[in-house]
């Protein structure tokens, strides 16, 4: 399932900055669901990629969603 998906002009990019919408975003225990505060509403990543008009391309991140974030109970 996607985190995310936009359409992005073609060329080389130096990050990547994914905006998070809070009152959208959960953590989900067994049958228990508890919001989460994320304090700069974002996800940055600072790498290079490269998106060819030809292609389709995909930018997997690949992290530990429990360790950044605070529950808020």
């Known amino acids: ?3 995310a998906t936009a359409t992005v002009e073609p060329g080389d990019h130096l990050s ?3 905006d998070l919408d ?3 975003s959960k ?3 067994g049958w228990k669901i508890f919001p ?3 304090p700069s509403e974002e996800i940055k990543i600072l790498g290079g990629f490269t ?3 030809d292609w389709t391309t995909t930018v997997t991140l690949d992290f530990d969603a429990e ?3 605070i ?3």
Do not use: A, F, T
Request: charged fraction near 40%; avoid cysteine.
């Open 51 to 53: 998106v060819r008009d």
């Open 71 to 73: 529950q808020v109970r």
């Open 22 to 24: 809070e009152e959208l």
């Open 16 to 18: 990547l900055r994914i």
């Open 27 to 29: 953590i989900v225990e």
């Open 1 to 3: 399932m996607p985190l």
């Open 67 to 69: 360790r950044p974030l």
């Open 36 to 38: 989460i505060r994320i």
